[in-house]
């Protein structure tokens, strides 16, 4: 009998094939809904894994050999390493090279740009793709990541040429940087020849072995494992790990998972129940011809239960296949669009569809259990008694009225509850939504982080007196000096007086790392833009390399003056002497500055850079500077440029002064660092104009005689006279005329020694006045704060790190000490403009960041500090709180947005069902109606009436209720 059962069901479903595919499509959603919720929620966390390797690389340890080419054994043979996938480096290029034996290259030496190849397993594995072009493919092609196209400074387009020791290429490839995002990336190749061509420029060999991580590794400390790997290898300085990958932790969401997966289950179910239920109603008249027939309830139930398990199975199973399907291609789109390859398809997947599709059975055959209850129980149609003449004008309303009426009032009043409950739980939802979103809006409208540009090369912070020799005229004509110190911006440029810059160091500070020089190119900010989960990036200008002085300044306080020596305590704890932070002014920092300096700002001026706000920190004697007050004038002095004229080996070498140093290399023929060399006289002699000349000469006799007569008829017959130093006057006098009046020519002028060393030593007394003793540029200083941990904490989104002196200013200042500076420049080495890599621009060295509610999936926090550490920025991190509330957020969002739709999938569903189950039943009075003359039109009117009444009490959902309501009403009304 069983198996007659089983044939006849199959038998019953091949005959009504049509239905059956309707209904198998409808549960099938169901089923595809909610695999691919599980598929999402399993699958997030290998989102934010594969996010990271994109950036950083799919490798775990990388091994760099430059002795010979074989593997660590340790590292080769580790049972959680794969195979290694290889890259050569063969030769190293600096890229502000000047002289092969000076101190540039030896303080450059961590800019090396390393020139190698790249197997095609390494690409792959690091996620190293092209910009544009290709690979090189002949030997005199090279392709390069963007980074190192930028710091070679050579050329930045396909077809460009680049020169390597002697040796040109032709670019034919860009590729997306990886130099300055990978840790260790500086040490891997930068410049990409052919294997050919490397084996010909090879000179300095190392080879670099990069590891993955099998597969079936899960550790949550994969840092400690690095370390034992390492410890083991006994390697120390020529292994890296891919901290930006494995130290992260991504957010765990589990919770959020379990309450998604919990609801959504409950929607399928219900979903899949009602189609059920719905085609089990279908098959009712089949039910009762069976038993006629002589089939028991049992036989009846059993082909039932097996009906449903062959609609649900292939269900599942189609949806479910539909699903997983569907996420591949997703999963293959992004992979081809982002290169991220992430998904997997865990066993839970399977087993919670099953459990799904179990419960649905289960349920269905329980309703069709009580269904059958309750049609025993249940005895004839309600009769109600109806007071009232039915008239045609009222005829609709009233017979609409009647018969909701035999539904019962208990039944009508649980009905509206709960479409009420369903539409008060959708609003709260939604307010909740509102609410939340908008607290994460206002708590985390700040930056998330504050990065700032530090070079590998510290500046000690340092003042520069002018060395005063001042040339004194007395009555018997004898010259002497006086020696004295004066700071800049406090004395004036005297051609006859005896200049000289004299550098006054503090100690007990941080030297500073931080110059506008030292700024963010193109290719860090276009690599910021392409992080996911970044909402705004704000720019700003803050320095630490430039010092300050002022109308008064204690010039005692430096190491190497008068005074005493002012420590700091450990290294850890000290701060910069000078800092200053530059911003655009606008009305928010303007409130803060104004509400700091007490209501005694002008908006224009601070804007302008005529006004600005100092803040004034403790010394490391804990006392306060009493010099610096209110409405002094302070200084910004220039950065040191590095001096033609003067030995620059004895100076700090920062990114500036190398590149100032290449830039006079590249300027003046054969120059060797000396002072008053040949090689500059000879430039100076070639460049220096006629106006130039005749403007140094009056200034210097300005100051001394002006006519060497005036010494000689006053002297003459005196002990005082000089005859030699007369004659000596008086040639150089006499000489200086001629040349004024057009007699003799610059050569002739020069052939003169003494003539010659006046001139030229009066530029390049001048040069070294203005680029060292005169400020680039001077504001007023409208109020001088007291730095308390309250302001720190109000600008910490302004300032990275207060010095003892911090000024802040407007952008405009900045731009006027920058402009300044690069005329001096200019002006005494004869040029109308700069070449780019010298030039001073008001370019951004300081990021805030604001990150978005996508930055918790997409491990933002981690790319963005992993890939600036590398780019050479610190960082101060505010995201820890912002990550929490963050996350906070998305998970109400998500249990609001959830609950929200499950409450309206659920009331659909009931209410169609509802309208369905009083369809049916109001069946043999809507025939009635019919066969006595109503209109179809009437009918559904009718019925319509109630779908309104009971859609009220879920008016959000009224437009699209009664539209599926009417569908239904028509649809069944046409089969009576």
């Not at 593997?71 to 092969?100: C, F, G, M």
């Not at 793709?129 to 990541?145: I, K, L, R, S, W």
């Not at 089949?286 to 059993?302: D, M, N, P, Y």
């Not at 985390?444 to 504050?450: A, H």
């Amino acid at each position: 009998m069983n198996s007659e059962l089983i044939a006849l069901t199959f038998k019953g479903l091949c005959r009504r094939w049509r239905e059956v595919v309707r209904v198998v499509a409808v549960v099938m959603i169901s089923f595809m809904f909610v695999t691919g919720v599980l598929l999402y929620s399993g699958n997030m966390k290998k989102w934010q894994t594969a996010i990271n390797k994109q950036h950083f690389g799919n490798w775990f340890v990388m091994f760099y050999n430059s002795t010979n080419k074989s593997e660590n054994d340790v590292i080769k043979n580790h049972p959680y390493l794969e195979q290694a996938v290889t890259a050569v480096t063969v030769r190293s290029i600096e890229p502000l090279s000047v002289d092969s034996d000076n101190t540039i290259e030896a303080i450059s030496a961590t800019d090396k740009i390393m020139v190698g190849t790249m197997s095609d397993e390494f690409i792959k594995m690091g996620s190293i793709t092209m910009e544009q072009g290709h690979m090189p493919e002949m030997d005199n092609e090279v392709a390069a990541d963007r980074n190192t196209l930028i710091e070679l400074g050579q050329g930045m387009n396909i077809g460009d040429i680049l020169t390597i020791d002697d040796t040109t290429y032709t670019i034919c490839g860009i590729i997306n940087s990886y130099t300055n995002v990978w840790q260790s990336g500086n040490r891997l190749p930068g410049v990409i020849v052919t294997d050919t061509q490397a084996d010909v420029i090879a000179d300095e060999i190392t080879y670099i072995y990069a590891y993955r991580l099998r597969d079936f590794i899960s550790e949550t400390d994969y840092n400690t494992m690095y370390q034992c790997i390492a410890s083991e290898s006994g390697i120390r300085n020529n292994i890296a790990y891919n901290s930006g990958v494995y130290d992260y932790q991504s957010w765990d969401n589990e919770r959020v998972n379990r309450y998604m997966y919990m609801l959504i289950m409950i929607i399928g179910i219900v979903a899949v129940t009602y189609q059920i239920i719905i085609y089990n109603r279908s098959r009712n008249n089949v039910r009762f011809i069976q038993k006629t027939l002589g089939a028991t309830s049992a036989q009846t139930i059993i082909i039932t239960f097996l009906e449903n398990v062959v609609i649900l199975g292939i269900s599942a199973i189609a949806g479910s296949c539909i699903a997983l399907g569907a996420g591949k291609v997703i999963c293959l789109v992004l992979e081809h669009t982002k290169g991220v390859t992430f998904f997997r398809i865990d066993k839970d997947i399977y087993i919670k569809v099953i459990i799904m599709m179990v419960i649905s059975v289960v349920v269905s055959i329980i309703s069709i259990l009580l269904s059958g209850c309750h049609k025993k129980k249940q005895g004839s149609n309600r009769t109600v008694k109806i007071t009232g003449n039915l008239m045609k004008k009222n005829f609709i309303i009233n017979t609409a009225t009647r018969l909701m009426r035999t539904n019962g009032i208990i039944v009508n009043i649980l009905v509206r509850v709960f479409s009420f409950v369903m539409a008060v739980i959708t609003v709260l939802c939604g307010i909740g939504i509102v609410t939340s979103y908008g607290n994460y809006k206002e708590q985390c409208s700040t930056p998330d982080c504050v990065n700032y540009m530090v070079d590998n090369v510290s500046t000690v912070p340092c003042i520069y007196y002018d060395s005063l020799h001042e040339l004194i005229k007395i009555e018997n004509g004898i010259r002497y000096t006086e020696n004295s110190r004066v700071i800049p911006g406090c004395n004036e440029f005297n051609i006859a007086d005896g200049h000289s810059a004299r550098a006054y160091y503090f100690s007990g500070f941080k030297s500073g790392k931080s110059g506008i020089y030292n700024s963010a190119n193109d290719d860090i900010i276009n690599n910021l833009k392409q992080i996911e989960g970044i909402d705004d990036i704000f720019y700003g200008y803050y320095e630490t390399t430039r010092s300050f002085t002022w109308d008064n300044m204690n010039i005692n306080i430096t190491t190497n003056g008068v005074g005493s020596e002012t420590e700091g305590g450990s290294s850890e704890n000290r701060k910069y002497m000078f800092a200053g932070e530059y911003v655009d002014i606008d009305k928010e920092i303007f409130d803060i500055l104004n509400e700091c300096a007490g209501g005694k700002l002008d908006y224009n001026a601070l804007k302008e850079g005529t006004q600005s706000v100092v803040f004034l920190d403790a010394d490391n004697n804990g006392e306060y500077d009493d010099t610096m007050k209110d409405g002094v004038t302070l200084n910004l002095n220039n950065y040191y440029m590095g001096n033609p004229f003067y030995n620059i080996k004895s100076f700090y070498m920062d990114k500036y002064t190398v590149a100032c140093n290449k830039f006079f290399t590249d300027l003046i023929s054969e120059y060797r660092y000396t002072i008053d060399s040949k090689d500059m006289y000879e430039y100076i002699s070639d460049n220096i104009s006629r106006e130039q000349i005749i403007e140094i000469v009056d200034e210097y006799l300005r100051h001394t005689y002006d006519d060497p007569t005036d010494y000689y008829n006053m002297y003459l017959n005196t002990d005082d006279f000089d005859q030699d130093y007369y004659e000596y006057r008086k040639a150089n006098y006499d000489l200086y005329m001629a040349y004024k009046r057009g007699e003799v020519s610059k050569e002739e002028l020069f052939e003169n020694l003494s003539c010659k060393g006046e001139v030229l030593g009066s530029w390049y007394s001048k040069y070294t006045y203005y680029s060292l003793l005169e400020p680039a540029a001077s504001t007023n200083v409208a109020k001088v704060i007291i730095l308390t941990d309250e302001i720190r904490d109000k600008l910490k989104y302004y300032v990275p790190e207060f010095g003892q002196y911090t000024i802040i200013g407007s952008t405009q200042l900045l731009q006027k000490a920058l402009d300044n500076q690069n005329n001096v420049m200019k002006k005494y080495l004869f040029l109308d403009e700069l070449p780019d890599y010298v030039t001073l621009k008001l370019r951004p060295n300081q990021f805030n960041i604001r990150y978005n509610l996508k930055s918790s999936f997409a491990a933002t926090d981690n790319v963005v500090r992993s890939y600036l550490k590398t780019a050479g920025f610190d960082t101060i991190s505010y995201s820890e709180e912002k990550n929490l509330l963050r996350q906070r957020t998305i998970e109400s969002l998500m249990s609001y947005g959830v609950t929200a739709f499950a409450a309206i999938i659920i009331y659909m569903i009931v209410s169609m069902i509802i309208v369905k189950n009083r369809l049916e039943k109001y069946r043999s009075r809507l025939k009635l109606l019919s066969d006595t003359g109503a209109e179809k039109e009437q009918l559904v009117k009718i019925c319509m009436y109630e779908c309104i009444r009971e859609s009220l009490w879920f008016i959000v959902l009224m437009p699209l209720e009664l539209l599926i309501c009417l569908v239904i009403v028509k649809k069944f009304v046409n089969r009576i």
